[in-house]
């Protein structure tokens, strides 16, 4: 059975930094393609960064240059880096991963509150 496990999340103000991390187990980690959804309050789940299985990455325009995804497939992690952190990056942060030919896992989310 395919488990996600996310951390990192807490309260922080506007500028300053956090770090998620997301553990998967029962999947080989090498070959699913990892990422990061976050929701805010009324608002649509919405796709944040990927990691692919061949390191490459991708990220939505409003988190580029603040925001790092970066995998440790020897840890079975993947992590978000989180920089300059601005209010309306409150939300809560959903990990997914993604292997050939099977349905998305999901974590259960980590709740980010960034203070103005």
């Known amino acids: 059975q395919v488990q996600l496990v996310e951390s990192g999340g807490g309260l922080v103000q506007a500028g300053g930094s956090l770090r998620l991390s997301c553990v998967l187990s029962?999947?080989?980690?090498?070959?699913?393609?990892m990422g990061w959804y976050r929701q805010a309050p009324g608002k649509e789940r919405e796709w944040v960064a990927t990691?692919?299985?061949?390191?490459?990455?991708n990220y939505v325009d409003s988190v580029k240059g603040r925001f790092t995804i970066s995998r440790d497939n020897a840890k079975n992690t993947v992590y978000l880096q989180m920089n300059s952190l601005k209010p309306e990056d409150t939300a809560v942060y959903y990990c997914?991963?993604?292997?050939?030919?099977?349905?998305?896992?999901w974590g259960q989310g980590t709740q980010v509150t960034v203070s103005s």
């Open positions: 990691a692919s299985s061949g390191g490459r990455t």
């Open positions: 029962g999947s080989v980690f090498s070959i699913n393609d």
């Open positions: 997914y991963s993604k292997r050939p030919g099977s349905q998305s896992a």
